[in-house]
Structures are given as C-alpha cells and as structure tokens.
C-alpha cells in the first residue's frame, strides 16, 4: 500500500518532494499530496521511505490501508 | 524531555556555574569602542584599522558582521527554502504568526524568481540595503536548488548586494564550492555543541544520506559535518559566522568549548544568542518548560566567549523573511502582491549616492565619540555600568521612550561605551496612552541598567522609572549615542566622587520572550 500525507498536519515544508525516488509528491493547494500510483514505499530504493524519514511532523506520511500493496512488495 | 533529567544528565562540568566559567577567563577582557588594544579585531564592533583591509571591505557595510554597520546599513531575508534536514528542539515549524519575530518563521515561501524580484523592489526603496541573505525558514542548503538559482538570479540583477547563507551545516561540506563560485562570502552555522551527548538533547534527529538517524549517532554526524565545513570554508577564504543557542542547563557551559573550537578552526564571528522558548510557540523547548537564560546570564557567557573571538552582541534573532535595519521588519511592505504590482527601477548610482551619504554620517558617529574618549583620558575608576537607549538607528538618540521597540545596551567604564546587546519591548505607549502592565515589563528587561537615554518621555513614565532606580534622560535627545553616553558617564563618576550620589550595582534583567506586537 502507498503512502499517503495527512494534509491537516503537512507544514507545507516540500522535504519529502525533495527526496522522493519517484517523483510521486506534489504541491497542492499549500500542502503535499503522494500519487499512489508512483509511490513504491521506497522499496528497492532506499531502507526506509523518504517521505516518513525527512518530515517534521510525526505520523504525517503514513501507509493507506485503503489501497492495495504496492507492486514492488507484491 | 524531562529538563531535570537534562540537568542531571548533563556531562559538562557540573559544579561549575557560570561565575566560575567567566573567572577562568579574566584573563581576557573585553575591549571597549578604544577597538584593538589586545586583538587585531575586537568583538564585532571591530573597526576600520581594526581588522586586515580585505576583511574590512567585506564587513564594514553587512549589519550581521558589522555591529557599527548595524546601525547604518539594512538586511533582508528570502524564504526560498522551506525544506529541512534536522529536527531542533527550539524550532516548531507549524508555527507562523506575522507577529513573530524568531528565525525559522516566515510568512510566505518565494520562488527563486519571486525573490529576486522582492530584492530588486525591496533595493529600489531601501538604498541602505546591502545583504541578502537566505535563511530558511527550513535549510538552505536542504534546498540547494532554490538557494543557488536564487543567488545567481540576484548576482545578475544586482551586482552590489552581497551575499550570505544561514544553515545548521549538515549538508555544508556538499556545497563548499558552490558557495565559493558564487561568491557569498558570508556563511553562518549555527553550531550549539561539539559533544554529542550534549547534541542528543537538543536535536532528536537528523536525515543524512536517506536515513534518518537519531539520538547521540545524529548528533556526533552533524557536529563531525558542521566542523568540516566550517573548515572548509575557513581555508576558501570565507567569512564564518556562529550561532549558537544558550539552552540553560543543556549547553550554556559548554559554549565556551564551543567558542574554542570554532575559533581554532577559522570562525570569524561567534553569537551566542537566548533561547527562546514560549510554550505557544509548541517547541518541544516551549512545551517542556525549558528556560532561557536572563540578560546577566547571556551577557556573563558573551564575556567569556569574548577573549577567544568576536562576539556578536546585536543579533535580533529576525525571521526568515525580515526585510530592513536589525531590529525593524518591513517585511509587510514587500508582500509578493505588493511586489509583482511594482515597477522595480533598480539604479545602481542612486544607491552608491545614498550610501555615500551614509558613510559620511557614520564617520561623525565616530569621530563624536573619539573626542568624548579622549575626554575620559584622564578618569580613573573601578565603576562599569550598563545604561539603555531608545534609537531608530543611524547611531542616534533619537527613539521616544514609549515608542520603543528595543531597547540597545552600552556597558560604560573608562576605557569606553562598548554596545552589549539590546532588548526587546513592547512599545509602551500605543497612540498615546500608557499603559502600566507593559511599563513594569520595560523596566524588567532594563533592570540592570542604571539609565535609559531617550528622545522624549512622559511624566509618569520618568517617575517609575526613577522609582526603580533607572535614571530617565531626554537631555541628549537626538545626539550622538555613544558620545552621550559618555559625557553622561564623565559627571556620573564626579557625583560619586564627590559624594554627591552612592553608586549602587544593579540586578539582574529578563529576556522578552514572545511575540513582537508591532504598533500600528
């Protein structure tokens, strides 16, 4: 399952834009938003996702149950 | 994070109180504005003649670097980097309140675009302009695309404004050249600990080559990152300035291995600045109680620093967006609105002209100022006094005690008025009413002084004043601050010779934590 950002906590700050091996991670209206379909969840890129490494705000890049596995885990 | 835990936890010198800090370093005075008697270069208040001529030329007109310049010349800010590669306990990054007034804050992030237009209207109305920095509000060097293009795009438009870079110096080590072919020739690092045991308690984590890493790890990877680079930009030839947060309890004696080290490996610069830390601001600091230090205390470990190096003592801690002198943020003026509506005429030879003329008001700051010195010349006296004073800059006495932002702190004995820092204020009066919670909070941040000099002050104002023991004086309104002082200084110590008055020590003074509420 990708990587979703809880909008509500996004400072807006781009570090996860800046990392991100997929360039799945955009600007929308102040906050970020991940594309599910790009996402990886950084599997064969990096140890651990990028996104959830650089944020500042705790529990903000999270995994969304709502959507299936991503293809690289599956 | 439990503080108390901090404080027992703490590895450094845990006797030791900052009394015994300042006594191991007598050695080492201070100099006052009589600039270069022991040093090639004395605090930041360093001086033509002072310091080497190509060293001269770069900071003589930066109001960071310059404590003399400060007075005279403005800075801005650009937001272009809003990305960061640590965690501080001092930084809350949701927080964003255009009443605020702390690094790390901004109002709206630019494009590098956006922020060459904004330096180019911004140079166009405020001829006094010369630095342009970048500081964040996250990393500049997080962000190094957006940092560099921003640079470039100003070194193009306008060739005259120099150009420096704030950063924690994780990733500086990556951009050394960089910075060296763009030609900013100004970079500070904000170093607060050398001992990782120490860093641990002050940053919970760092992301470095996509990992993140944390505790005493993260910190040894960022000081060992910090120290190179510093080096690194030591042997290029480019000035380097520090700051360092005094985290009472944490690092605050540490600072002074802090300062040794820095300065061994080429830092030009070190300020030492409070930490600010009020629990609306959410900073785990904020919230978990963590004081900062009082003025005596910030001031005792400044002095102590000072025999090792320069020591910056008129750092506003401005945010990253701050557009004006220290101390002032016109930053409201130059909204990317009002920006893009502008029509910039960006012309060299007005600003050269205005500079000129700003030059040669500085030169008659100095030169008042000698000639009190020399006045002094013959005094002889143990006495050494801090007084305050209410300026809008250009070295003047020339601020209403009411309208008062800040307020600027002189230490006077015989070998001089030597500028020691400012303090922020609320303006206490507001369209023309005083108003008393906000005038006990002046004199508390002025407690330790035994003056305040001032354009013009009202009668109730003057007579708590006098109740607190600071004396109120309007009678040098508008002149030169530091031959005023000193002139003030002269018949201070004749009253006291002749038993006219008991000179008396004062006590300590607070730190204005908090927002900055601007007077409309």
Redesign the interface.
């Known amino acids: 399952m990708p990587f979703k950002i809880i909008a509500s906590q996004c400072?807006?700050?781009?570090?996860c834009?800046?990392?991100c091996p997929n360039v799945a991670i955009s600007e929308k209206g102040g906050t970020f938003v991940i594309d599910p379909k790009k996402c990886t969840e950084c599997i064969g890129h990096?140890?651990?996702p990028?996104c959830v490494?650089?944020c500042?705000?705790d529990n903000t890049c999270v995994l969304d149950p709502s959507l299936p596995r991503s293809q690289a885990r599956a | 994070m439990d503080v108390s835990e901090c404080n027992e936890a703490s590895s450094f010198g845990g006797a030791a109180d900052l009394g015994e800090v300042k006594q191991a370093h007598t050695g080492h005075k201070g100099c006052g504005t009589l600039g270069g008697r022991d040093k090639a270069s004395c605090g930041s208040q360093a001086r033509q003649g002072d310091l080497p001529p190509a060293i001269w030329e770069k900071v003589k007109s930066h109001p960071c670097y310059s404590e003399e310049a400060h007075h005279h010349y403005a800075r801005m800010h650009v937001a272009v980097a809003p990305a960061c590669n640590i965690q501080c306990n001092y930084c809350n990054r949701k927080y964003d309140c255009a009443n605020e007034s702390r690094p790390g804050v901004v109002s709206e992030k630019l494009t590098p675009e956006q922020a060459a237009k904004k330096v180019l209207a911004v140079a166009s109305t405020i001829p006094q302009m010369t630095v342009l920095g970048i500081a964040g509000p996250g990393d500049p060097l997080a962000n190094p695309k957006k940092t560099f293009k921003t640079f470039e795009l100003v070194a193009k438009a306008a060739p005259d404004i120099k150009l420096c870079l704030s950063t924690n110096g994780l990733a500086l080590p990556d951009h050394v050249d960089a910075i060296a072919r763009l030609n900013i020739d100004h970079v500070t690092i904000t170093i607060t600990m050398i001992d990782p045991e120490i860093g641990a308690k002050i940053y919970p984590w760092i992301f470095y080559g996509h990992r993140r890493y944390t505790g005493v790890k993260a910190a040894k990877i960022l000081t060992d990152r910090q120290l190179q680079g510093l080096e690194m930009l030591a042997e290029r030839g480019i000035l380097c300035k520090i700051n360092s947060v005094m985290i009472p309890g944490i690092n605050d004696q540490h600072l002074v291995d802090v300062n040794k080290a820095v300065k061994s490996r080429g830092a030009f610069l070190h300020n030492v600045m409070p930490l600010i830390s009020a629990p609306q601001h959410g900073t785990v600091f904020g919230l978990n109680g963590q004081r900062g230090p009082t003025a005596q205390e910030l001031k005792t470990l400044q002095d102590a620093c000072e025999g090792e190096m320069n020591m910056m003592r008129h750092c506003r801690q401005c945010r990253a967006d701050a557009v004006g002198l220290l101390g002032e943020d016109r930053g409201a003026e130059f909204t990317t609105e009002k920006i893009m509506a502008m029509d910039v005429n960006y012309d060299l030879e007005t600003r050269k002209a205005y500079q000129a003329k700003v030059e040669e008001e500085r030169a008659a700051t100095v030169a008042a100022k000698q000639q009190k010195l020399a006045d002094l010349a013959g005094e002889t006296s143990d006495i050494n006094l801090l007084v305050a004073v209410a300026s809008k800059g250009s070295g003047l006495i020339n601020e209403h005690f009411g309208h008062a932002k800040e307020f600027q702190v002189y230490e006077l004995s015989t070998s001089g008025a030597k500028f020691v820092g400012h303090r922020r204020a609320d303006p206490y009066c507001q369209g023309g009413y005083g108003e008393e919670g906000s005038l006990a909070t002046i004199i508390r941040m002025i407690n330790d002084c035994h003056a305040v000099f001032v354009a013009k002050i009202g009668g109730c104002p003057k007579s708590e004043l006098i109740k607190a023991g600071i004396e109120p004086l309007d009678q040098y309104a508008h002149e030169f601050i530091e031959k005023s002082a000193l002139a003030w200084f002269k018949s201070y110590l004749a009253k006291v010779q002749s038993g006219e008055i008991q000179h008396v020590e004062r006590g300590d003074a607070a730190i204005r934590q908090g927002a900055l509420i601007s007077a409309a």
């Open positions: 400072t807006g700050c781009s570090a834009e800046l990392e990096f140890d651990e990028q490494a650089v500042p705000v």
